[in-house]
T-cell receptor
Framework: QQQVKQSPQSLIVQKGGISIINCAYE??????FPWYQQFPGKGPALLIA?????SEKKEGRFTISFNKSAKQFSLHIMDSQPGDSATYFC?????????????FGAGTRLFVKA | DSGVTQTPKHLITATGQRVTLRCSPR?????VYWYQQSLDQGLQFLIQ???????AKGNILERFSAQQFPDLHSELNLSSLELGDSALYFC?????????????FGPGTRLTVT
């Protein structure tokens, strides 16, 4: 119930293409769905996040699509660039009795070919 | 640079030993989170503190403990270390618990248990 399942494990995309990463969750108590980007040797950094009352959120080249009934959400990276090559983690968070827990997906290694 | 500092950057120790990892949150942030990142378990939430109080617990082993001090820095203590404890340990901070407040991750401490 606490799991967040992420796919694919790795992804190779041509420069200028669209990168799509998918996640699914079970626990309907989750009320926050962030995506993190992590470069080698660095900590994760928040990329974009969505709440369950919104079906889509766009920030620049990054878009989250959220399907509450299917309990799925995805990250789309438009016009993918070599600089986007990194590991991407989806996550789901919930605030409960003053504490905030975040459960992460297993991660997707994205490589954008120049 | 996220503004979160972690020391040490690398730590090599033997099985059975005890280590302490230190985290200084961003200026103004009252909430601190600890995460473990390993190849087989991925990124896992361990524990969260807010203004000195424990607020949420994740998959933290009984051999591990943490605290947040009055100056808001936090320490994660790992004892009776096992080979499987080798991982990257990240600290993150936010103004307060909850999805409204972005978590900023530090650069991590790489722990190697031999």
């Amino acid at each position: 119930q606490q799991q967040v399942k992420q796919s694919p494990q790795s992804l190779i995309v041509q420069k200028g293409g669209i990168s799509i990463i998918n996640c699914a969750y079970e626990n309907t108590a989750f009320d926050y769905f962030p995506w993190y980007q992590q470069f080698p040797g660095k900590g994760p950094a928040l990329l974009i996040a969505i709440r369950p009352d919104v079906s889509e959120k766009k920030e620049g080249r990054f878009t989250i699509s959220f399907n509450k009934s299917a309990k799925q959400f995805s990250l789309h990276i438009m016009d993918s660039q070599p600089g986007d090559s990194a590991t991407y983690f989806c996550a789901a968070g919930t605030l409960n009795t003053g504490g905030f827990k975040t459960i992460f997906g297993a991660g997707t290694r994205l490589f954008v070919k120049a | 640079d996220s503004g979160v500092t972690q020391t040490p950057k690398h730590l090599i120790t033997a099985t059975g030993q005890r280590v302490t990892l230190r985290c200084s949150p961003r200026s103004g942030d009252l909430s601190v989170y600890w995460y473990q990142q390993s190849l087989d378990q991925g990124l896992q939430f361990l524990i969260q503190y807010y203004n000195g109080e424990e607020r949420a617990k994740g998959n933290i082993l009984e051999r591990f403990s943490a605290q947040q001090f009055p100056d808001l820095h936090s320490e994660l203590n790992l004892s009776s270390l096992e080979l499987g404890d080798s991982a990257l340990y990240f600290c993150a901070s936010s103004v307060a618990p909850g999805s409204t407040y972005e978590q900023y991750f530090g650069p991590g401490t790489r722990l190697t248990v031999t």
